[in-house]
Structures are given as structure tokens and as C-alpha cells.
């Protein structure tokens, strides 16, 4: 949670966010900044655009942007785009002025304008600094984002969507006072792809062709299922999904032979493209592996589990 001193320079701020936190939850639509201003401290934010990658191929969208500081630095050091949205048109000013102080207001622009209301389906790249509950209220619009999306959150997470990765680093001046040190945590995501239900593809395996279906179940990036091959259903032994990304191995009996199948492609839609490499005493090698998500499976196991795991 935020702390504020009471020397704070947002004092006034601080005491608004405190009614928030405790209570006023319906601000978060409201014209009323659902955040008090705090400035993330420069090496965090350097972190955070490290972390998350930027570089000039990205849009970046910092949600409540404060002096504009994350798309400012995004922009000068990284050479990437974006714009920050904040309620509070002295902070709208104060970034403008950051940019063009900097030489690249170009390329990083300043909306005043509610978060909630705004368009993020630009992003390449969103970040925040808010509140545990702001988050989880931004959650379901942010999984909603492109696949491989990447987001960076300073101090909070989002419950139980995990992040992909996450840092912490001592920070000498927490909050911008220049009178309190403190610890920041970083938080990162991946948007992962949508690849809940019955997958299918062809593989030909010692000349003969084979079929088979997979089905995913998903909880944000988690994923696991079952892979039926040759009248046997495996459970799949690894899965993996990092943005559009993802990996599935396991060992099944083909043509009487047991065989380790290591998949790896790239979601779009309803369909998979990648490779697979097989390995087994009869049978090494690597092929392309073109997977199709069907309506339903062609086997009972999967359907009624998967109704309830779509997210
Ligand atoms: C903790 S500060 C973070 C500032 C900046 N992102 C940074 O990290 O330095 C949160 C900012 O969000 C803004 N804010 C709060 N609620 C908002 C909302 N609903 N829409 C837009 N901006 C909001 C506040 O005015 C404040 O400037």
C-alpha cells in the first residue's frame, strides 16, 4: 500500500487517496482521480521499461501518468512512442512541458482523460503505478488486450494472475519527498493468447499418418491438458504460453514405439503454427506442426471441464 508522510509534498493528495482506500471504490469512474500522485523514482522507471523490453517498435500507454515521467524516459532513452492519460490537468501540463523539455514531444503525447475510458488497444506496452484495487478493477480490460501485450506494474499485483516476472530494488527516495528510502517491487505480464479448447492436427510418423487432439485448459498464462493419440489419452507433461507462445511436450506410444513429442508455435486465433521434434528408437526428426482449435472434441473427457475453465 502507499505510505504517506505527512511532509509529503502530496499531502493533500495522500489524504484523498487514504478515503479511497478505504472506501470511495465508485471514484474509479468518476472524475476524481481514483490515485493519489506519486511519482514513480527514476531508476524504478528505467527498470520497469527494462524489464518490459521498450524499444522503438513500441507504443507505450502509462495509465495515470503523473508528470509524464514513464513516457517521457520511454520516449529519450528507449525510442519509443505513447501517450499517458491522467484526471489532473496540472499533471497533464507538467508532462507536456517534460517532453518538450526533453525534445520528444513527437512522440510522447499527454491526454487528460479517465483511464477507465480510454482506448489501450494501441499498446504494445501499458504501465501503472496505482492501487491493488484499481488493478484488479483494470484486470479483465487488460486481459482483454493483444496477445503479447506487455504490462508493467509499480508496487502492485493483480491477484491471482500471476506475473510472469517480477523484481524489487532499494530505492533511496520512495516518494519523491527526498525524506523516506523504501523498497519497489516491479511486476510484469505478458498477455498471454486464448487457447482454451480442443486442438487438432495431423503428424506423419514412420510414413503413416497420425491424428491428433489436444485440449487446453487455461487460467491466465497457466495451462495444462491431455493429448489423444493412437486410442491413448496423456496427460501433457509440459505447457507452456508466453504471450502468443506456446510449448507442449509429452511421450505417447505411436506405431508401437514410444515417442517424446516437444511442440513449439505461435498462437493466432483459432489456429497453432510451429514445429514439433520427435525423438524415439525409431523415429528422430522435426516437422511443421499446423494445429486447428475445433468446436468441440471428438472424445467425451474434455467438454464438460472446459465450460467452466474459460476465462
Ligand atoms: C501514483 S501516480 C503515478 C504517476 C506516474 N504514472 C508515475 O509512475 O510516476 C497516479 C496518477 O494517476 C492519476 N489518476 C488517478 N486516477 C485516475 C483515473 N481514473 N484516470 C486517469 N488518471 C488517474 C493521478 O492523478 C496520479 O497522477
Not at 493533500?12 to 470511495?24: E, I, K, R, Y
Not at 465508485?26 to 521498450?54: F, G, N, W
Not at 511436450?249 to 517424446?260: M, Y
Not at 511443421?288 to 468446436?295: D, Q, S, V, Y
Request: proline residues 5%.
Amino acid at each position: 500500500m502507499f505510505r504517506f508522510k505527512p511532509s509529503n509534498r502530496c499531502r493533500c493528495d495522500a489524504v484523498l487517496g487514504a478515503a479511497l482506500v478505504f472506501g470511495a471504490v465508485a471514484a474509479a469512474h468518476a472524475a476524481e482521480p481514483s490515485v493519489p500522485y506519486v511519482p514513480t523514482p527514476q531508476e524504478v522507471v528505467e527498470r520497469m521499461l527494462e524489464i518490459a523490453k521498450v524499444g522503438p517498435q513500441d507504443y507505450l500507454i502509462d495509465l495515470g501518468s503523473g508528470d509524464g515521467r514513464i513516457v517521457v524516459t520511454a520516449a529519450k532513452k528507449y525510442g519509443a512512442r505513447g501517450f499517458g492519460v491522467d484526471l489532473n490537468p496540472v499533471r497533464i501540463k507538467e508532462s507536456v512541458e517534460n517532453a518538450a523539455k526533453a525534445g520528444v514531444s513527437d512522440r510522447a503525447t499527454f491526454l487528460q482523460r479517465n483511464l477507465f475510458e480510454t482506448d489501450l488497444s494501441s499498446a504494445t506496452v501499458i504501465t501503472m503505478y496505482l492501487l491493488p484495487r484499481v488493478n484488479l478493477e483494470l484486470r479483465p480490460k487488460l486481459f482483454e488486450l493483444k496477445p503479447g501485450t506487455r504490462i508493467v506494474s509499480h508496487d502492485f499485483s493483480m491477484d491471482d494472475w500471476k506475473p510472469d516476472e517480477s523484481a524489487s530494488l532499494e530505492v533511496r527516495d520512495k516518494y519523491g519527498t527526498g525524506s523516506a528510502a523504501g523498497t519497489s517491487s516491479i511486476y510484469f505480464w505478458i498477455v498471454p493468447a486464448r487457447v482454451t479448447g480442443p486442438w487438432q492436427w495431423q503428424l506423419t510418423v514412420g510414413g503413416k499418418p497420425q491424428a491428433y487432439e489436444m485440449v487446453l485448459e487455461q487460467k491466465y498464462q497457466m495451462i495444462s491438458g491431455t493429448v489423444r493419440v493412437g486410442g491413448h489419452s496423456i496427460k501433457l507433461q509440459e505447457a507452456k504460453l508466453r504471450g502468443d507462445q506456446i510449448s507442449v511436450s509429452f511421450s505417447a506410444e505411436v506405431n508401437g514405439s514410444q515417442l517424446k513429442h516437444e511442440f513449439s508455435g505461435r498462437v493466432a486465433g483459432n489456429t497453432i503454427e510451429g514445429a514439433v521434434k520427435l525423438s524415439g528408437s525409431r523415429t528422430q526428426g522435426q516437422h511443421e506442426w499446423n494445429a486447428t482449435r475445433g468446436a468441440k472434441t471428438s472424445w467425451p473427457a474434455g467438454g464438460a471441464r472446459l465450460a467452466a475453465s474459460i476465462h
